[in-house]
C-alpha cells in the first residue's frame, strides 16, 4: 500500500471549537420548533365527566301522535319508550319541549319547564307526565303540530342554536295537512 511510504505525523491539537454563528443556530431550533408544534395535535385540559367533543346546543320540540289510530296494538307504549329514549339523548345542554297532538295540540312539557328542571332530573320530569298519558279517540292533526313546533322554535332564543322537530307518530293515512299549504315557515 502506498501509506507505507508517508511519514507518521502526530495529530494536530486545536483548540476546544466555539459556535460561530450562534444566532444562526438559535433560528433554525426555532423553526424545528415550530414546525413541531404546528403539526402537533391540540391538547386541552378537561375533567373527565366533560365529553371530548360537545356538540352545540339544541332546541327540540318533540311531538307525540295521541290520535286514535295509535290505540292499534302497543303504538301508544312504543311511542312513549321511543319519546323516553330521544329525551335520554338530549345532553344537558339541550333544551326540549314535548307536545301531545291528536285534534288539538297539548304542551306536556314547556322549554321553561324543562331548563327550570335539575339537569338530572328533567327526563324523569317528562316520563312522569307522559306516563299519565295515551291515545285518545281524536283524529291526527299533524298540520296543526308542526305549525305549533314550528312557532316554538322560531323565538329570539332559538335562532342562535340548533333547531330540532322530532315526530313520533304512526303516520296514518288521513292526517291532516291541509293547514301546511298556507303556512309561512320560518327562514333557516
Given at each position: 500500500?502506498?501509506?507505507?511510504?508517508?511519514?507518521?505525523?502526530?495529530?494536530?491539537?486545536?483548540?476546544?471549537?466555539?459556535?460561530?454563528?450562534?444566532?444562526?443556530?438559535?433560528?433554525?431550533?426555532?423553526?424545528?420548533?415550530?414546525?413541531?408544534?404546528?403539526?402537533?395535535?391540540?391538547?386541552?385540559?378537561?375533567?373527565?365527566?366533560?365529553?371530548?367533543?360537545?356538540?352545540?346546543?339544541?332546541r327540540v320540540v318533540l311531538l307525540i301522535d295521541q290520535?286514535?289510530?295509535?290505540?292499534?296494538?302497543?303504538?301508544?307504549?312504543?311511542?312513549?319508550?321511543?319519546?323516553?329514549?330521544?329525551?335520554?339523548?338530549?345532553?344537558?345542554?339541550?333544551?326540549?319541549?314535548?307536545?301531545?297532538?291528536?285534534?288539538?295540540?297539548?304542551?306536556?312539557?314547556?322549554?321553561?319547564?324543562?331548563?327550570?328542571?335539575?339537569?338530572?332530573?328533567?327526563?324523569?320530569?317528562?316520563?312522569?307526565?307522559?306516563?299519565?298519558?295515551?291515545?285518545?279517540?281524536?283524529?291526527?292533526?299533524?298540520?296543526?303540530?308542526?305549525?305549533?313546533?314550528?312557532?316554538?322554535?322560531?323565538?329570539?332564543?332559538?335562532?342562535?342554536?340548533?333547531?330540532?322537530?322530532?315526530?313520533?307518530?304512526?303516520?296514518?293515512?288521513?292526517?291532516?295537512?291541509?293547514?301546511l299549504q298556507a303556512y309561512a315557515w320560518p327562514e333557516?
Open positions: 500500500s502506498s501509506l507505507m511510504f508517508l511519514r507518521p505525523s502526530p495529530p494536530r491539537l486545536s483548540e476546544r471549537s466555539r459556535l460561530e454563528n450562534l444566532l444562526l443556530l438559535l433560528l433554525r431550533g426555532l423553526v424545528v420548533l415550530l414546525l413541531a408544534l404546528g403539526f402537533a395535535r391540540p391538547f386541552l385540559a378537561r375533567s373527565p365527566e366533560q365529553p371530548a367533543y360537545a356538540a352545540p346546543a339544541r290520535s286514535a289510530s295509535m290505540q292499534r296494538g302497543n303504538l301508544g307504549s312504543a311511542a312513549r319508550d321511543r319519546a323516553h329514549a330521544v329525551l335520554s339523548e338530549l345532553s344537558p345542554a339541550d333544551q326540549a319541549a314535548v307536545l301531545l297532538f291528536a285534534r288539538d295540540v297539548r304542551p306536556l312539557v314547556s322549554f321553561t319547564d324543562w331548563s327550570a328542571a335539575p339537569t338530572g332530573d328533567r327526563v324523569g320530569l317528562a316520563a312522569s307526565r307522559l306516563a299519565g298519558t295515551g291515545p285518545g279517540w281524536g283524529s291526527t292533526h299533524l298540520d296543526l303540530a308542526l305549525m305549533r313546533a314550528a312557532d316554538l322554535l322560531t323565538d329570539e332564543e332559538s335562532l342562535t342554536t340548533r333547531r330540532e322537530v322530532v315526530l313520533i307518530s304512526d303516520l296514518q293515512e288521513g292526517s291532516r295537512l291541509e293547514g333557516g
